[in-house]
């Protein structure tokens, strides 16, 4: 029996045949040394990588190939020293401007030339673009004019964020759409790489107890909810363009959001599955200042506040740092069901969780039990877990809250969950793009929240940014708001095991 390793590579090898170049572009920056690298290092090390594969690095950085490879290795911590060191024989470092076409021209002969050595018979290119949304536009005309082949594949993979709002997004989408076509563009979302995200269309239309109940029928809210428990340390200049909705609500929550609420799609072909959740974007109206709640975090317990960062340039800025908003599905199985969805940073804890809180029972004998919950823990330690009401054991009759629960690093002993990237740039390699946003879907997901963004960037009267100390909950109007939403904090009592994890980690 063919093992689903063994499935994949062979998936791999059908779309690249033995070859395939990897450009990094950006190879000098944070996110190729932290997430792109370690990604390709884990894809290489489990035998995804076709057997005559280059990647060669392109970033504005002069430095030397020892300087290179110090740098993109310095993240990568599985201890395998000798497939590291034939990691690092199969890369290559080149320096060039994002503008020029003379400098694409020489990333180009550093192409022919590895191909001509790897005796290539298809020249399978991928672009993966590890670089600010400022330089988008020029590098993908670059790559066009000057490295796009004819004679095998190319492939485009685009970091987020798309846009700012519905219309910078658009003139993006045409000026990549007018140079690569939709097929050869990969628009990265990491959270769908992320082992419980993907495992969301399972647990729906694998069970017929969840597929049954999920609609508003038995369902009364969900909630999204992102939390960090550090601050923008260091990055405060660039938060400060983008703010917490656009840096997580409007793509990685979004996201989350299109995968709970989605119709079943009529197969598991990328193309039906992103058919139908552009459906279920198409259904949400702009969400209202009226439905939201804005916060910026404040210094406390020797921690700064987001207005002390060093980095950030604008000491009077009104740029929210948690936000709490809510937004309606209106179809017929979701009519009137509130999706709350939460993002913050300096928080209290690291989360990120989907939370389907059902309905009261109905003429309920057991009068003031909570009400049974669905919670899928993407991060940290994936688990899902079901609580309900149970006697409690032994003579009383009482009736306790209990769960029936699924953590993944309990079950699952043997199994290591790959990292999100090593994960999407998998299905890169096999031409899948059921994880990646498609044109129609972000031009769906901006005109839901371009409204109000709006409206904060011009601090319009009714838009008020409350504070919330630094490691607290959130701004103390936060309970307030998810009760009036229909959430109910029945906890009873109850208390799920807390994670153990490293506050100072950026791991999110």
């Not at 470092?93 to 400098?103: I, K, P, R």
């Not at 990549?176 to 239309?205: C, P, Q, S, W």
């Not at 119709?263 to 259904?283: F, G, Q, Y």
Request: with cysteine; charged share 25%; hydrophobic share 35%.
């Amino acid at each position: 029996m063919t093992s689903p390793v063994e499935i994949l590579r062979d998936q791999v090898s059908n779309e690249l045949g033995n070859s395939v170049t990897i450009v990094v572009l950006g190879a000098s920056g944070d996110l190729a040394k932290k997430k792109t690298y370690p990604a390709l290092f884990g894809l290489y090390r489990n035998g995804f990588l076709p057997e005559k594969t280059k990647i060669i690095g392109y970033a504005r950085t002069k430095m030397s190939h020892e300087d290179y490879i110090q740098r993109i290795t310095q993240y990568i911590k599985v201890q395998d020293p000798e497939k590291l060191e034939e990691f690092k024989k199969m890369t290559s470092y080149v320096s060039g401007q994002y503008d020029e076409d003379a400098s694409f021209q020489k990333l180009n002969e550093a192409i022919e030339a590895s191909e001509k050595e790897r005796k290539v018979e298809k020249k399978n290119r991928v672009y993966y673009m590890a670089l600010p949304p400022s330089v988008f536009i020029p590098v993908a005309q670059g790559l066009k004019r000057n490295v796009y082949t004819t004679e095998g594949s190319n492939r485009l993979v685009v970091e987020k964020p798309f846009g700012m709002d519905s219309e910078s997004s658009d003139h993006l989408g045409r000026a990549l759409g007018a140079l690569f076509t939709e097929n050869e563009i990969y628009r990265i979302d990491h959270y769908l790489g992320k082992e419980m995200v993907k495992n969301i269309m399972n647990l729906r239309f694998a069970n017929v107890l969840l597929g049954h109940a999920w609609s508003r029928t038995y369902i009364d809210n969900v909630q999204i909810t992102f939390k960090e428990p550090f601050g923008t340390e260091g990055r405060g200049g660039y938060f400060d363009e983008f703010g917490i909705i656009r840096d997580i609500i409007q793509n990685h929550l979004l996201q989350v959001l299109s995968l709970i609420a989605m119709e079943r799609p009529i197969s598991t072909d990328s193309e039906a599955i992103r058919d139908e959740k552009v459906k279920v974007l198409k259904c949400i109206s702009p969400i209202r200042i009226e439905d939201t709640l804005l916060g910026q975090y404040v210094a406390a317990d020797g921690k700064p506040g987001y207005l002390e960062d060093e980095t950030l340039k604008n000491k009077d800025s009104l740029t929210p740092t948690f936000a709490a908003t809510v937004c309606y599905v209106n179809n017929e199985r979701w009519e009137g069901v509130p999706f709350i969805l939460k993002a913050g940073k300096a928080l209290n804890e690291a989360k990120v969780e989907v939370r389907l809180q059902f309905h009261h029972v109905a003429g309920n004998l057991f009068s003031g039990s909570p009400r049974n919950e669905l919670v899928i823990r993407i991060q940290p330690k994936e688990a899902v877990y079901l609580k309900f009401n149970n006697k409690q054991p032994g003579l009383s009759y009482e009736t306790i809250q209990t769960d029936l629960d699924l953590t993944y690093h309990e079950r699952y002993t043997d199994l290591a969950i790959p990292d999100a990237y090593e994960s999407l740039i998998l299905d890169v390699l096999r031409n899948d793009h059921s994880n990646f946003v498609r044109d129609d879907e972000l031009q769906a997901a901006w005109k839901i929240f371009t409204p109000l963004l709006h409206k904060i960037d011009k601090h319009d009267s009714d838009v008020d940014i409350k504070t919330y100390a630094y490691g607290s909950r959130g701004p103390k109007e936060l309970d307030e708001f998810v009760k009036k939403h229909g959430y109910h904090r029945d906890t009873d009592g109850y208390t799920w095991p807390v994670q153990n994890v490293n506050p100072s980690s950026n791991k999110l």
